[in-house]
T-cell receptor, first 115, second 110 residues
Framework: EPEVTQTPSHQVTQMGQEVILRCVPI?????FYWYRQILGQKVEFLVS????????KSEIFDDQFSVERPDGSNFTLKIRSTKLEDSAMYFC?????????????FGSGTRLTVV | RKEVEQDPGPFNVPEGATVAFNCTYS??????FFWYRQDCRKEPKLLMS???SGNEDGRFTAQLNRASQYISLLIRDSKLSDSATYLC???????????FGTGTRLTVIP
């Protein structure tokens, strides 16, 4: 079964440092997403990406965040200057196009710990 | 504003029991509905989409009531492997992202 791959599985960084989280979406999917889940809380939407540009973003996705699809396979989330409150599980997701109740496939996540 | 609300549980049920989870959503323009399953510290995995007419997949039955903005999931003959957090997920019309409930934790006891 095709899967979304995320690296690293766990990242520890010092406050104020930049981090890049990496994702390889499913190859024939066209929509890509980043979500985060703070420990014990619900999964929250950060940003969606389609046709090489951001299609939607949430209030969480401020100027400290950026996304990029540098080549045909990778999709990255950069946090420029990490804060303690950025500590969370970050999930990448992708889906195919089309209408209907299509599900999103999530990667296994990157656990980001800011110290 | 809470887009998607669920009873957080926990639900502790014996093997073989039937258990039902409920979920309400606030935006009447919501278009797509899903139940996801999340194991501890793992990613959400799609359990089933929810259709207006209701749908069944083995021991799992999902129902949607658009008038009441209510979604349900019924699990029959619970197995130990069903222990997980069940996430009610909604996509609004015209939106490209998903709204998650906080999840309902289920523990199936031997």
């Amino acid at each position: 079964e095709p899967e979304v791959t995320q690296t690293p599985s766990h990242q520890v960084t010092q406050m104020g440092q930049e981090v890049i989280l990496r994702c390889v979406p499913i190859s024939n999917h066209l929509y890509f997403y980043w979500y985060r889940q703070i420990l014990g809380q619900k999964v929250e939407f950060l940003v969606s990406f389609y046709n090489n540009e951001i299609s939607e973003k949430s209030e969480i996705f401020d100027d400290q965040f950026s996304v990029e699809r540098p080549d045909g396979s990778n999709f990255t989330l950069k946090i420029r200057s990490t804060k303690l409150e950025d500590s969370a599980m970050y999930f990448c997701a992708s889906r195919t196009t089309g209408v209907g109740n299509y599900g999103y496939t999530f990667g296994s996540g990157t656990r980001l710990t800011v110290v | 504003r809470k887009e998607v609300e669920q009873d957080p549980g926990p639900f502790n049920v014996p093997e073989g029991a039937t258990v039902a989870f409920n979920c309400t959503y606030s935006n009447s323009a919501s278009q797509s509905f899903f139940w996801y399953r999340q194991d501890c510290r793992k990613e959400p995995k799609l359990l089933m989409s929810v259709y207006s007419s209701g749908n069944e997949d083995g021991r799992f039955t999902a129902q949607l009531n658009r008038a009441s903005q209510y979604i349900s999931l019924l699990i029959r003959d619970s197995k130990l492997s069903d222990s997980a957090t069940y996430l009610c997920v909604v996509r609004e019309t015209g939106a490209n992202n998903l709204f998650f409930g906080t999840g309902t934790r289920l523990t199936v006891i031997p």
